[in-house]
C-alpha cells in the first residue's frame, strides 16, 4: 500500500542533460510535496518543494511539476552536473488543519551523471 | 546549529539482543520523526512525536519496537529482541511544523547476524 510511488530505481543521463526524475501518488488528500536529495552516508537534504496550488515551482536548476488529476509529479533538472548524482526522494503530506506533519516518502530513485 | 544528532552510526548485534538508537533533535524543532530506509520499502514511517508526545506510531513493525522522548531534545528508538530482517538504516529527522522541511540526521546503520 504504498502511497507514493517511485517506479524507476536507477536513471543514468549524460552531463550537461536534462534528468527528469517522475513520481506518483495515490492518496489524493495529500496537498504538499517535497523532494530530496541523499548522498551515500549521509541522512536526505531537503531539495525543493510545491504545494497543491500550484503546478510549477523553480529553484535554479530545479524544477517540479505537479499534475494533481494525474497525481504524478517530476523533478527535473538542467543542466545535469556530476555533484547530481544521488538517490532523489519523493515525499508528500497531507494537511489536516494542522493535525499532521508527517511525510511519506516513496522509494527513491538512485541518478547517475555520465561525464 | 549541529543538526540532527543520531548515535551510534553504525551498530552491529547479535540476533535476540537489545539495540538503542538515539537522537537529539534541533532545538526549537517541535517535531520528531523516526525513519527506516530498506531497498524494497524506501524511506518508511515508524512513530513520530509532537511536542515530545506521541502521535503517530502506526509505522511501528511490531511490538518488538518502542520509541520515546523524555524530553525536546532527546529520544531514543529500542529493539528487543532484534532480528536480522531489522537490519537497515534507522534515520531520525526534527522538523519545526507544517509546510518546512525536515532535517535529518546521518542515521545509524544497524546489523543484525
Known amino acids: 500500500d504504498q502511497q507514493v510511488k517511485q517506479n524507476s530505481p536507477s536513471l543514468s543521463v549524460q552531463e550537461g542533460r536534462i534528468s527528469i526524475l517522475n513520481c506518483d501518488y495515490t492518496n489524493s488528500m495529500f496537498d504538499y510535496f517535497l523532494w530530496y536529495k541523499k548522498y551515500p552516508a549521509e541522512g536526505p537534504t531537503f531539495l525543493i518543494s510545491i504545494s497543491s496550488i500550484k503546478d510549477k515551482n523553480e529553484d535554479g536548476r530545479f524544477t517540479v511539476f505537479l499534475n494533481k488529476s494525474a497525481k504524478h509529479l517530476s523533478l527535473h533538472i538542467v543542466p545535469s552536473q556530476p555533484g547530481d548524482s544521488a538517490v532523489y526522494f519523493c515525499?508528500?503530506?497531507?494537511?489536516?488543519?494542522?493535525?499532521?506533519?508527517?511525510?511519506?516518502f516513496g522509494t527513491g530513485t538512485l541518478l547517475a551523471i555520465q561525464p | 546549529d549541529a543538526g540532527v544528532i543520531q548515535s551510534p552510526r553504525h551498530e552491529v548485534t547479535e540476533m535476540g539482543q537489545e539495540v538503542t538508537l538515539r537522537c537529539k533533535p534541533i532545538?526549537?524543532?517541535?517535531?520528531l520523526f523516526w525513519y527506516r530506509q530498506t531497498m524494497m520499502r524506501g524511506l518508511e514511517l515508524l512513530i513520530y512525536f509532537n511536542n515530545n508526545v506521541p502521535i503517530d506510531d502506526s509505522g511501528m513493525p511490531e511490538d518488538r519496537f518502542s520509541a520515546k522522548m523524555p524530553n525536546a531534545s532527546f529520544s531514543t528508538l529500542k529493539i528487543q529482541p532484534s532480528e536480522p530482517r531489522d537490519s537497515a538504516v534507522y534515520f531520525c529527522?526534527?522538523?519545526?511544523?507544517?509546510?518546512?522541511?525536515?532535517?535529518f540526521g546521518s542515521g545509524t546503520r544497524l546489523t543484525v547476524v
Open positions: 529527522a526534527s522538523s519545526s511544523g507544517q509546510g518546512s522541511g525536515y532535517t
Open positions: 532545538s526549537g524543532h517541535d517535531y
Open positions: 515525499a508528500a503530506s497531507a494537511y489536516y488543519g494542522g493535525a499532521t506533519n508527517k511525510l511519506i
